[in-house]
């Protein structure tokens, strides 16, 4: 049997490294050890069996690490490297070299540790692009075979229950354990209540092989190089799940960080992009769960030994903040449906992602709907003349009943859906206040207003640009001028008018709204 302590004692000699090597530094997770060693660092996995994980045996391992390879090179190509054995003995081992393995390790691409997202400040920039990037990966990679079990409701819900089995066996507390109970309890209603949406989510082919462990830490930016890598490879059921299962991990590391902001700006960027508003009705199921799996982990590292007094208590408090914020997703509360009124250049898109910072609104813009229903990408060119192609009057009602059905989806869901469309005529707000009366939900339109001038400078420069889904020209902001249908005194009642060329503070806007 290897003693594993041991061997790693060994790797912290620079001799037992094949390259130069000043001080060898050691990073431990509850599965891992990790030894930053020159250019490289070296991942070796601890021999343990956790039932969701087994590296009991030094094939497994072996096995492990070349899926930790094969997988991470979809996402991070060039950080990971290869499988290298430790060879030698557990007193004096090496990296590398002939003999028979002791260990095996992945080597990496080693990268300043302040490079971690988890370790930096994270602009709303930056989350576009990583919305971005997992939009493009969770395309790309395969759905799940017909034949196979994973996706399946039972598996998903099977880690769920093992999460709540397996803390049990490492709490102790009896206020804490009586804290998963309801959302045990919440958990299994849910499940239940959601089982068909999980059967159609597998059959219309969003369970895919994804990372499976997507958070801050496990994302750096290496120069201007965004780096997504440390996906999960021990338990083929952990990445095989749905892509909001995914989405759910990330949004609720945001939010766990108290940036709510960056958390709502990625799940609108990931869904304007992947249009799978179908997949917020699951997405708070996953967010008890991801929530849950943080909360085990640090179950697990508390209850293993070597911990001071002072980290046992940063590990406790660690875990309550997760079961609270599991406990905050299971919260009833009364969603609320926004559109927007104006012509091109007002404001419209600029204002909702001001407000969505302190409002958990999902934002559907008009354009890129437009275009998705037309097979056309966000910024691709539809070549249309006015009023003609992809903006005919029959493809303008098919648009505005599409985006009503979005926000009935998303209403549904419990979340506040914003509609981003010019709205000019009277049936098309009308198709949504009827939509609010029939759900029993408070209604708002939002009326960004600027001089004429202003809209005029503002469309020709996003014309320039080239990098929006609006296609609106001069010609267009001129008939839309003339055309547009005046709100009727029902409508101006649940109306916010803000001057976008002098816009107020966000809080005063909430208060506005509120009010």
Known sequence: MIDQAQLVSGLLSPEAYPHPVGKVEHLETHISHVLLAGEYAYKLKKPLDLGFLDFSTLEKRRFCCEEELRLNRRLAPDLYLEVTPVTGTQERPCLGGSGEAQEYAVRMRRFPQDALLSRREVSAALIDRIAERVAEFHQSIPSVRHDSPFGEPEAVFFPMQQNFDQIRQFLADPAALGRLDPLERWTRETFER?????????????????????????????????????????????RWIDTTNEVAFFVMDLEQA?????????????????????????????????????AKVTAIRFAQSGLGEAERRVVAAEYDRYVGLAESYTRFRRPRLFITYGVSGSGKSALIRLLRQHLPLI??????????????????????????????????????????RLADEILGAGYDPCIDATFLKAWQRQLFVSLARERGCAFSILVPEAPDEVLRVRVRERLAQARDASEADLGILESQLRRREPLSGEEAAAALVVDTVNPPEPAELVARLSA
């Open 258 to 294: 108290g940036r709510q902001d960056l958390a709502r700006g990625f799940l609108n960027r990931y869904l304007e992009l992947s249009g799978d508003y179908e997949g917020l009705a699951v997405l708070d199921f996953y967010k008890v769960y991801r929530a849950l799996v943080r």
């Open 363 to 404: 934002q559907v813009r008009s354009d890129v709907e437009r275009k998705r229903q037309f097979g056309l990408a966000e910024r691709e060119r539809s070549g249309s003349e006015a009023y003609g192609g992809i903006y005919t009057e029959e493809a303008t009602r098919r648009t505005y009943e599409h985006l009503r």
């Open 194 to 238: 959601l089982r068909p949406n999980l059967e159609t989510r597998r059959n219309e082919g969003h369970i895919r092989e994804c990372h499976g462990d997507m958070h801050l830490g496990n994302i750096a930016l290496i120069g201007s190089e965004l780096v997504i890598f440390d996906g999960i490879e021990f338990n083929p059921s952990l």
